[in-house]
């Protein structure tokens, strides 16, 4: 499901109420599930349990495997991950070959570009065989160098280590730093760590002059702690019993966490709740946010002990997003909101009377969905979208009282295809901005905008190692009408000498002979899947594959009517638009269904086994990764993780008839039925809190009782993003082409890496 937050099974091993439950065999004590043996699948055993609602009864006969600390339970995924080894084993050698050509064709000791923040330039270090990045820091020569330095292999003189993970990550299976923030003197470190994948951190402190950790300890925070400016304060989030963010906490620095003081609690279960610092560093906000709604609330730096201050009243169905900026001395506050209009409009409006009447900032925003600004001291970015592509634009401040505001300078790509996105840049005093380029095709380039000539200097371009040639490959964009009549666009990567086409090369026409095409697709949260290079992609594409994005409805791609016409009541389109974009790329003569592979993951994966329902004909297989695919189970219970605040995205089955009608029509688990599905392949992570492992679980048993060739792969000590290791994370990869490459029949084909 989405990245900040996803409706998500429990860990405990509570059962749903009786008023909506009840069991056929409550007194039968649960039996083992039958092991795999070199020629059959688990069998998992039956426990009918009925749900019903709104006069309709499901029967569950899989709804014991929720019980997560259950020896039963580990036992049946254990069985099942013998029987995916050895369904797989005759891929072990591709595996190993695919997982070799990432590790060529990725420079594994390799660093950033410097990035400067107070009087240091911070950068990362990655060393081969090492998991994990190393935080590293120089002093700057002077206020005025905004040049970063050169950095190679060798150490840069002054060069001091802030934070090696793989030291922190030492002897854990696990590891993630959810939490990263700095004083701005440099001396204070704050961060947080999680080693099981449930999400939740220990923040600790550290002097970075004498390299001592400091007393404080404060556990079970949720990510994204930072620390005050002056290294005074630590401010982190909490969750409540369903895992939301629902507490704001100040902690000062050198007491015990027991005396620290919630500034903020939110009680509406719809809302998560954060915190955070401008890049000016002067203010900080507390923000909530449902899917549909947001708050902000401001706390001035230099008094921060005082009451948080709203900055707009919170309006059911109103977005906004503050910025702080100085505008002609003054300090204002950029707001970014929908109340008038969609795809959201630029305002500014002063900082100490935040309700005054809104000043525009933009007067021509035809054609574009605002996504985002940022303010620096001299000039102001806007992050927007236009014409299904993200774009970035810079607006000059000048000393004009009346009109402070310059036009809107649109930054260019030269590109038909293309990702642009402003990359890192913490300095409120910067002179320049830091953009990232990518396409299909074209690897990242890291480059500096000047804001006072408008001259580009290349950075960084991602290093891609090995036999690679980049010059065969090649991008297009389609489009497929859905049953609506909506255009859907589809992103197509693919190797030119190795795909043939009527005009000599490019895909201006059809190929002349249908390829193995992987289709990729999300769909939900407004999301936008945007074209991006992928080093490990291209184990795919050397071996004649063609690989699509499909930029189905429910994303936010081509403005917020695109995700609104893809949540809820109108969440069949997401699905529709995904066959439309198939359906399209085997009439246009790309692919054919027998080879063609569907791919998704979380609210992707409820996407994979929609489809996997509605046209199984159209795929050969399908592979899909910690997938939402009990979603009507999830989202009838509020006391399960994150419920209350999906029911904006997907509906409010437990109180809405016509929604539970509308999501039982689709929901993957509750759909499956006698057909001839494509092989399937589910990877899910034990210790997910987003998508809990009991839904592929229950699905790949289900989708078994029909006859279904399904698999199921579960990472025993992970979470909801998979093996956190580098090097864990490209076998996973390794694994997952093997099997999309087996079920396309390109096994045998040899490539150099």
Known sequence: MSETSGAAAPESSETPTASSVSSKSESSKPASPTLASPTSA??????????????????????????????????????????????????????????????????????????????????????????????????????????????????????????????????????????????????????????????????????????????????????????????????????????????????????????????FEEPDERYFVGSGFSRSGTMMFVVTGSKTTTGYWSISADDLEAEPQEVWPRVEGVEYHVEHAVIGGEDRFLITHNRNRDDFELVDVPASDPTADPRPVLADIDGMRIEDVDAFADFIVLSYRRGGFARVGTIALTLDAASPYGALQELPFGRETGTLMLSANPEFAQTAIRLLFTSMSTPSVLYSHSI???????????????????????????????????????????????????????????????????????????????????????????????????????????????????????????????????????????????????????????????????????????SAHVPFVDALTSILMPELPLTVIEWEEWGDPLHDEDVYDYMRSYSPYENVTEAAYPKILAVTSLNDTRVLYVEPAKWVARLREVGANALLKTEMVAGHGGASGRYDAWKETAFDFAWILDVLGRTDVEIEP
């Open 42 to 263: 688990p069998v998992a055993k039956k426990v009918p349990l009925e749900r019903t609602h709104h006069g309709h009864t499901f029967v569950d006969d899989f709804e014991w495997m929720r019980e997560k600390d259950s020896p039963e339970v580990i036992a049946h995924l254990e069985a099942e991950n013998a029987w995916t080894a050895a369904q797989t084993a005759h891929l072990e050698g591709l595996q190993e070959s695919i997982f070799t050509e990432i590790k060529t064709r990725i420079k594994e000791t390799d660093m950033s570009v410097p990035n400067r923040r107070g009087a240091y330039w911070y950068f990362s270090r990655t060393r081969a065989g090492l998991d994990y990045g190393i935080s590293v820091r120089v002093p700057i020569s002077g206020p005025e160098d905004w040049t970063p330095p050169t950095v190679g292999e060798d150490e840069l003189p002054g060069e001091e280590v802030v934070f090696d993970s793989n030291l922190a990550a030492e002897g854990q299976e696990f590891f993630s730093l959810g939490s990263f923030s700095l004083s701005d003197d440099g001396r204070w470190l704050l961060y947080g760590v999680d080693t099981t994948g449930d999400e939740r951190y220990t923040l600790r402190l550290r002097d970075l002059e004498t390299g001592d950790e400091l007393d404080d300890v404060i556990e079970g925070t949720f990510a994204g702690a930072s620390l005050d400016p002056s290294g005074r304060f630590v401010f982190y989030t909490t969750v409540d019993d369903a895992w939301r963010p629902e507490k704001v906490w100040r902690h000062r620095v050198g007491t015990a966490a027991g005396a620290d003081t919630c500034i």
């Open 452 to 622: 006072a000539d408008g001259t580009d200097t290349v950075l960084k371009r991602q290093p891609v190692l090995g036999s690679v040639e980049l010059d065969k490959y090649d991008e297009t964009l389609l489009w497929a009408r859905a049953e609506d009549g909506a255009e859907v666009p589809i992103s197509v990567v693919y190797r030119t000498d190795l795909q043939r086409f009527a005009d000599q090369g490019t895909a201006a026409s059809a190929p002349e002979e249908p390829s193995p095409l992987v289709l990729y697709g999300y769909g939900s949260y407004e999301a936008s899947m945007d074209p991006y290079f992928s080093v490990s992609r291209l184990s795919l594409l050397d071996r004649g594959v063609v690989f699509a994005i499909a930029h189905v409805r429910g994303g936010g791609e081509m403005g917020r009517h695109w995700y609104d016409q893809g949540k809820t009541t109108a969440k069949k389109n997401t699905f529709t638009d995904f066959i439309a974009a198939a359906n399209h790329l085997v009439e246009e003569g790309w692919t054919r269904p027998d080879r063609l592979v569907a791919t998704g993951g979380s609210a992707g994966g409820l996407l994979m086994g929609a489809v996997a329902n509605m046209a199984p004909e159209l795929f050969a297989g399908i």
